[in-house]
């Protein structure tokens, strides 16, 4: 069942491990087929180098198992609410890549520094509140959506397709779940530069509005220029 998209989620869990984004088994990718109402993902713990396709583990929106003999990812109800909240989401990565998780760490969202940033990002990349105690000891994995879908009121989340949850890590999502490794990445190298921008100018400033619309809407706006047709 869904062949093609456990070809691409396999292929997205590799990416992460070939690009230094998921050290150890720090990460995992999932994508849905809307059509069906099925989500592929990753098994807790296995090795990406050994991962199979028939690894992968199906699952419904509701996390009821349909096809999978491994158990799936622990962060497999966290995918499931963002899912369930962002209906033109196709795909989710977390990772727990070292400087977008040292933003995390710190509970400090990424300002928006300059136009690398500009051209991905819509806005600075935001943190989400702490979880509860109370958050933490029910349902912590969903209640990580939850605080996420929280902090995305009023924020368009193609348009900044990356969060921060405090004290913890990354996840990002795309159309795909191969644009979603590809925003892991650039989140990485955009929390690198911001990490560096701060360390040499404390008193730095974010980007001018002008400027960050110009970046982002010509590659993303209704009159989009950048790249080929």
Request: hydrophobic share 40%.
């Amino acid at each position: 069942m869904l062949e093609s998209l456990r070809s691409e989620v396999l292929a997205a869990n590799q990416a992460l491990d070939r690009r230094g984004l998921a050290p150890f088994t720090f990460g995992n990718a999932s994508a849905v087929d809307r059509e069906r109402g099925l989500v592929v993902i990753k098994p807790s713990g296995v090795p990406y180098a050994s991962m199979r396709p028939e690894d992968l583990v199906i699952t419904d929106l509701e996390g009821k198992p349909v096809e999978g003999s491994l158990r799936p990812s622990s962060d497999l109800p966290t995918h499931l609410v963002l899912y369930r909240a962002f209906p033109a989401v196709g795909g989710v990565v977390h990772t727990h890549s070292h400087f977008s998780t040292v933003w995390a760490q710190a509970q400090r969202e990424i300002p928006c520094f300059g136009t690398t940033h500009a051209d991905y990002f819509h806005g600075p990349v935001p943190v989400t509140e702490p979880l509860t105690p109370h958050e933490i000891a029910t349902d912590y994995e969903a209640n990580t959506g939850e605080v996420i879908v929280r902090r995305f009121r009023g924020i368009d989340p193609l348009a900044i397709p990356a969060v921060l949850v405090a004290s913890h890590a990354s996840f990002c999502w795309g159309p795909t779940v191969s644009a979603a490794v590809d925003t892991a990445s650039v989140l990485e190298e955009v929390a690198r530069m911001a990490y560096h921008t701060v360390t040499l100018e404390a008193g730095a400033e974010a980007i001018g509005r002008a400027l960050h619309d110009k970046h982002f809407l010509r590659k993303h706006g209704a009159n989009a220029y950048y790249g080929q047709r």
